[in-house]
């Protein structure tokens, strides 16, 4: 399975981003992590095949995750971005869930990663 991000870039507090992730085959469980400097990965948002969804707290609301499975692409919209919002964005995607349709949030649950794309925002 191959994931390859778009999508990322500079905006403005308060501005929005879409985020795309092509996939070559769609998994059970996919979904977005970020990275910012000196700080862990942590899981943003995750969609079962099912289309159940969950967030990370800080992006309740701002957020809103989907996939289209017919174009095989993983879709993170971003709306009200923050400055804590600056980081590497990356997708990924689990084969190997059979814990329900809430997916997993950690990263050792996911086998496969993009590369990642950086999302800058400036205050």
């Known amino acids: 399975v191959q994931l390859v991000e778009s999508g990322g870039g500079s905006v403005q507090a308060g501005g929005s981003l879409r985020l795309s992730c092509s996939y070559t085959y769609s998994l059970i469980c996919m979904g977005w992590f970020r990275q910012a400097p000196g700080k862990e990965r942590e899981g943003v948002a995750f969609?079962?095949?099912?289309?159940?969804?969950r967030y990370e707290d800080s992006v309740k609301g701002r957020f809103a995750i989907s996939r289209d499975n017919a174009k095989d692409t993983l879709i993170l919209q971003m709306s009200d971005l923050k400055f804590d919002d600056t980081a590497m964005y990356y997708c990924a995607a689990s084969h190997s869930w059979r814990g329900g349709s809430r997916c997993p949030t950690t990263e050792g649950n996911f086998d496969f990663w993009g590369q990642g794309t950086q999302v800058t925002i400036s205050s």
């Open positions: 969609i079962h095949s099912d289309g159940t969804t």
